[in-house]
């Protein structure tokens, strides 16, 4: 499967974004979908998994009450609407997808060691 994420860039200290992934060369609700960032001098980190019917998702802690994740398998195409943006949350944004189903331990390990495929990113920066 490949992935294009898009819909990155500049916005003010409060403001929202939609990132957008869209997936070829497979049908993506055979995949977990996840999104995951880089800040400048900072590893990378999760950002959110959702399972392949978007009926189940996972956050990190600190982003679930303003970062949603969601999917449209019809579009094969995922999304993460991110509202009420901090500077700190200035970095390259990736979408990842894996064949593995999402639940309590794939979830763990999604999130510590990463999915099997990768976006290339697309910059949100958000200034003060």
């Known amino acids: 499967v490949q992935l294009q994420a898009c819909g990155g860039g500049l916005v003010q200290a409060g403001g929202s974004l939609r990132l957008s992934c869209a997936a070829s060369?497979?049908?993506?609700?055979?995949?977990?979908m996840g999104w995951y960032r880089q800040a400048p001098g900072k590893e990378r980190e999760p950002v959110a998994a959702i399972n392949w019917s978007g009926a189940r998702s996972f956050y990190a802690d600190s982003l679930r009450e303003r970062f949603t994740i969601s999917r449209d398998n019809a579009s094969n195409r995922a999304y993460l609407q991110m509202n009420s943006l901090k500077p700190e949350d200035t970095a390259v944004y990736y979408c990842?997808?894996?064949?593995?189903?999402?639940?309590?331990?794939?979830?763990?390990?999604?999130?510590?060691?990463?999915?099997?495929?990768w976006g290339q990113g697309t910059q949100v920066t958000v200034s003060s």
């Open positions: 060369g497979s049908t993506l609700r055979h995949y977990t």
């Open positions: 990842a997808a894996d064949p593995r189903a999402l639940g309590a331990e794939t979830r763990a390990a999604m999130f510590k060691y990463g999915m099997d495929y």
